[in-house]
């Protein structure tokens, strides 16, 4: 059968991957249990398992799942038979949807129970993990089926951080578990075809954008957006900046060129070069509130480079302060600004404990008081969200960063609290300067030699 014409490239990448163990992070609504179903078929249909034991979060979606195994067996052109739904143990209410094929093997689609895959074999698929309401049993039942060789597939959408699926994600990136890992977000479908699959026609990029913004904005909520179709889990519970905060300090059209700041320019600059990221953040402070005017990410760029973009900044008439990270490679560029620029203007900040978590609380008390706006810019809140506040076992208080190496170390969020640093007590006014009449100022020095 020719694949391409039934499925876009990140299913046939699923399909063509034979490990033993896969595992999916996927988007909803993509075609990941369509394709699946797909290879239950082929392996039935050519005898590599005995039978598939099927298991999703719901009935219906079993039922699903069944209806498109009955399509590609039409497609395969083999005798096969749905038995309907058989009750396998009355008493502990288990229950399955059946194919048969001529060959003897079989297609299992099982209700969420994970008593129902004691004393079963083959192959194994859990749909939807995540959200089973009891991973831990059904893992413990699950899977000692494969254990002659047979192969084990899970697919998902993410279910916060607190499950034995994100730990299997976790622990695969890591390199723990050897598993084949798989991550399909819904812009990657739309790019690689899924628009064009829904409008029957070749899509555009506005087309794409425009189905991407409608597909967002029907969520609502953005912890919905980013776990059922951004593959990022959410774990409102350790952040430190929740999305509802950041939501609150958002501004669509923020952004503006820093040449037209006339007054109140802050900097702030958090330092990398290889693994992290550059970044200078730049605010203008107007009264009390700081709106960011430009976000500047700088990556796996020389020194020398990153020294002239910064100066150039730094060489702004309307400048105020800038602060710059100074805690290892950051020492010598904060050196050399402060020898160009003078210490006055350009202050070196080297980060201690105590030192981020006063940044890090001004921040959160600014943004709680919606001092501080930040532009509408899914990097920038994913690197803020990414913030977690730990405290030790001696009490002591240190800032970590929900791992994404796609997405630096919350640099980001540590330029802006630089910015936001180098503004603190800072009038935006600018600087007069005030002499008395020379009567006052011979009345002052009476009584002196």
């Not at 163990?21 to 988007?27: A, N």
């Not at 719901?58 to 209806?67: C, N, P």
């Not at 949807?97 to 001529?102: D, K, N, P, V």
């Not at 919606?370 to 690197?383: A, G, S, T």
Request: one cysteine or more.
């Amino acid at each position: 059968m020719k694949e391409n014409k039934y499925f876009l490239p990140y299913q046939i990448d699923w399909l063509k991957d034979e490990s033993p163990v896969k595992i999916w992070q996927k988007s909803r609504r993509i075609g990941a249990t369509y394709i699946q179903s797909y290879e239950d078929v082929r392996d039935c249909v050519g005898n590599k398992v005995p039978s598939v034991w099927f298991s999703s979060a719901d009935e219906s979606a079993a039922k699903e799942y069944i209806l498109y195994c009955e399509q590609w067996a039409k497609v395969y052109d083999k005798a096969a038979k749905y038995l309907g739904q058989v009750v396998l143990d009355s008493e502990k209410d288990i229950k399955t949807f059946i194919i048969q094929f001529a060959n003897g093997t079989r297609i299992h689609a099982l209700s969420s129970n994970p008593k129902a895959f004691r004393s079963k074999g083959g192959k194994v698929v859990l749909d939807e993990f995540a959200w089973h309401e009891d991973q831990e049993r059904l893992w413990a039942a699950a899977r000692p089926c494969i254990t002659w060789g047979f192969p084990l597939r899970i697919l998902s959408t993410h279910n916060g951080t607190n499950c034995r699926y994100y730990k299997f994600i976790d622990s695969t990136k890591k390199g723990t578990l050897k598993w084949s890992l798989h991550t399909t977000s819904i812009q990657t479908a739309v790019e690689q075809g899924l628009v064009d699959k829904i409008l029957k026609r070749k899509a555009t990029q506005e087309d794409k954008d425009a189905w991407l913004g409608q597909q967002r904005s029907s969520c609502f909520d953005e912890n919905t957006w980013l776990q059922e179709y951004c593959c990022i889990p959410v774990d409102e519970a350790s952040a430190f900046l929740t999305y509802d905060i950041l939501e609150k300090c958002t501004l669509a059209e923020i952004i503006r060129p820093i040449e037209e700041i006339k007054d109140g320019l802050f900097v702030g600059m958090d330092i990398g070069r290889k693994k992290d990221l550059t970044v200078i953040w730049c605010i203008e402070k107007i009264e009390n509130i700081k709106y960011t005017r430009m976000v500047k990410v700088i990556e796996k760029t020389p020194f020398h480079l990153q020294r002239e973009i910064l100066f150039d900044i730094l060489a702004r008439p309307t400048l105020r302060r800038a602060c710059i990270d100074a805690t290892g490679i950051g020492m010598q560029l904060a050196e050399e600004a402060q020898l160009a620029f003078g210490k006055f203007r350009v202050e070196a900040v080297t980060f201690s404990a105590k030192v981020k978590e006063d940044m890090a609380y001004g921040m959160r008390n600014d943004m709680e008081d919606r001092q501080f706006y930040i532009p509408d810019d899914f990097e920038i809140r994913e690197d803020f969200h990414s913030v977690r506040k730990v405290t030790t076992s001696a009490g002591a208080v240190r800032f970590d960063v929900a791992a994404s190496e796609a997405r630096g170390h919350a640099d980001r969020f540590w330029a802006a609290a630089l910015s936001r640093y180098a503004a603190a007590d800072a009038s935006t006014g600018p600087i007069k300067v005030a002499t008395c009449r020379r009567r006052g100022h011979t009345k002052t020095l009476r009584g002196y030699d």
